[in-house]
């Protein structure tokens, strides 16, 4: 468990968190810049100290104000992995990565090397010099130090900022591995919802220094309370699914969810595969009655549950349909359709992004 009620002047603005979560899984840390997010990661690397409050970790203290309790960073037994990397450019990968294994108490060293070398594919360059590697390269090279410094907890930060979609594709399923392989308890930043939905099981929202919302990945992506978060491309909502037919033969795959089934462009992953569905509030559009004659496959009858209109041109708009789906509309539209809580409605969902892992 990690219990954290502290909080730290920063300017005129200041850091309060209060939360407790268990320390299985991946904890996301979501919110816009400046939100305080890094705060927190640098409050449980002991590299920033609250003003007051205490920081405890499955029973341990790591900081308490009053009592005087400030455990040194070497102490913790945290792995932080920064944005900048901050790999040693004179060093080769192999001497890199056992900067992190030399400073691990010698009794803890329950990762062994070559288990990290194989699960992030390192082997072939471990005597090249990191200056000499690409940016996906390099980021696994900071991974494999963090790991085999045997850690209780590891954090990171925005891992996958720096790199371009074709280098966050590349290192999206090493993250995956690590987090399925080894089960060491982790706490991430990030401010993209794709990426929560893909690593994460619970998710800590995070805006002005305050905690907003805690909560599985399906349940806080399914808040409208956040759609002042959430802009445009980021709300929606994520559905737990599963591979009922890897191909029906025009090259879809069904997936069964709470709700039905679910056509979408080949997953690439056999009948039985566990699978996350991200589904954007912009993609879905809404209807008193199902459509025919149209070429949008995904067509669900559901309840609204809950509608949020402000001053804007928008509605954000909460259905069940076995699972809560988000749709934004304009509020023209929201007012043209009559729609309001209680009344059944079709939603017609337009586009739809997943993720796969059989271990999630």
């Known amino acids: 468990m990690l219990e954290i009620d502290a909080a730290q002047k920063l300017g005129s603005a200041e850091v309060a968190i209060t939360l407790a979560t268990p320390t299985d899984g991946v904890l996301a840390l979501f919110g816009p810049s400046g939100a305080g997010k890094t705060t927190v990661l640098n409050w449980l690397a002991g590299l920033g100290r609250p003003d007051r409050g205490r920081i405890r970790l499955n029973g341990t203290t790591l900081f308490d104000r009053e009592a005087g309790i400030n455990l040194p960073p070497e102490k913790r037994r945290v792995a932080y992995m920064f944005q900048d990397l901050r790999l040693f450019p004179h060093l080769n990968v192999r001497d890199n990565i056992r900067y992190g294994w030399r400073r691990s108490p010698a009794a803890e060293r329950h990762i ?7 699960l992030l594919e390192l082997e072939r360059f471990q005597h090249r010099r990191v200056n000499d590697l690409s940016g996906g390269e390099k980021q696994r090279v900071a991974l494999a130090r963090a790991l085999l410094s045997a850690p209780r907890l590891l954090l990171l930060d925005e891992p996958l900022a ?3 979609e074709k280098r966050k594709a590349e290192i999206l399923p090493f993250l995956e591995r690590v987090r399925s392989s080894l089960s060491i308890p ?5 401010h993209n919802v794709d990426e929560v939905v893909r690593l994460a099981n ?13 909560g599985s990945i399906f349940e806080v992506f399914a808040d409208l309370g956040l759609g002042d978060i959430l802009d445009g491309g980021a709300a929606g909502a994520a559905i ?4 009922s037919v890897a191909d029906d033969g025009s090259g879809l795959s069904v997936l069964d969810f709470a709700g039905g089934q679910f056509r979408v462009p080949g997953a690439g992953r056999p009948a039985g595969t566990a699978i996350n569905l991200r589904i954007r509030a912009r993609d879905v559009a809404l209807a008193r009655n199902r459509v025919d004659g149209i070429s949008i496959l995904n067509q ?5 549950t809950e509608i949020s209109s402000g001053n804007g ?9 076995g699972v809560p789906v988000w749709a934004r509309i304009s509020r023209h539209s929201l007012k043209d ?24």
């Open 186 to 190: 982790t706490i991430f930043v990030s």
């Open 162 to 164: 720096a790199l371009d």
């Open 313 to 321: 041109p928008y509605a954000d708009v909460l259905l069940d349909i």
């Open 202 to 214: 619970r998710v800590a929202v995070i805006a002005q220094g305050r905690i907003r919302r805690v």
């Open 240 to 243: 737990p699914a599963r591979v």
């Open 300 to 304: 669900f009858q559901g309840r609204i």
């Open 337 to 360: 359709l009559g729609l309001s809580v209680g009344q059944r409605a079709w939603c017609l969902i337009k586009a739809v992004s997943f993720d796969t892992d059989p271990n999630r």
């Open 112 to 118: 062994a090397e070559g288990t990290v070398l194989e």
